[in-house]
């Protein structure tokens, strides 16, 4: 079945670019999202780009796609302690949405 | 953007007893989802709800264990029965805007099963 992986953890200093990367096994994905989750909230859509573009920049959010490698990655620039949060990768084919585990991301001041 | 509202926003519940969470949309949507997150882990897709008719279920999900009502095409129940300590988890509800193709989460019912 559909797999997406992430790392658990990424500890960043203020003011640097945080990088969290994603790989994924199913190429027929036709969307790949990023997800914010803040302590004790739901799931927020941060960007999502569709499976045949390999860039998607917002703000300070930059997406890159690698379809061959199936490897996606969320860079945040200028990171803040308001970025610390769990990110969710996730993959959609249709109405069927993978999520990986999460990056748990620390801002350290 | 739709906004999503679910009661109760936590719980703490006996073994064996059932609870029912409530996700109230303030759109008219077609398709609800309800997801369960364990602790440490991911989020699971529970089933699919549509208005009018059975909701459509993932592998290792079961209606008698998971009962869904889908009344209307803003409000949508999730019934979690008789419950054992492993399905403490958070449960959120989910609405997908097809114009937009996105998807929107409710804030999450956390249950506590003793």
């Known amino acids: 079945g559909e797999d997406v992986e992430q790392s658990l953890f990424l500890s960043v200093r203020e003011g640097d670019s945080s990088v969290i990367n994603c790989t994924y096994t199913?190429?027929?994905?036709?969307?790949l999202y990023w997800y914010k989750q803040e302590p004790g909230a739901g799931l927020q859509l941060l960007t999502y780009i569709f499976s045949n573009m390999d860039m998607k920049q917002d703000q300070r959010l930059t997406v890159l796609l690698n379809k061959k490698d199936k490897h996606l990655s969320l860079r945040i620039a200028d990171t803040q302690t308001g970025d610390s949060a769990i990110y969710f990768c996730a993959e959609a084919h249709g109405q069927n949405f993978v999520f990986g585990p999460g990056t748990r991301l620390s801002v350290l001041p | 953007s739709a906004v999503i509202s679910q009661k109760p926003s936590r719980d703490i519940c006996q073994r064996g007893t059932s609870l029912t969470i409530q996700c109230q949309v303030d759109?008219?949507?077609?398709?609800m989802f309800w997801y369960r997150q364990q602790p440490g882990q991911s989020l699971t897709l529970i089933a699919t709800a549509n208005q009018g008719s059975e909701a459509t279920y993932e592998s290792g999900f079961v209606i008698d264990k998971f009962p869904i009502s889908r009344p209307n095409l803003t409000f949508s129940t999730l019934t979690v029965s008789n419950m054992s300590p492993e399905d403490s988890s958070i449960y959120l509800c989910?609405?997908?805007?097809?114009?937009?193709?996105?998807?929107?989460f409710g804030p999450g019912t956390r249950l506590t099963v003793l």
């Open positions: 199913d190429s027929s994905s036709t969307y």
């Open positions: 759109s008219q949507v077609t398709m």
């Open positions: 989910s609405v997908e805007d097809l114009l937009l193709n996105e998807q929107f």
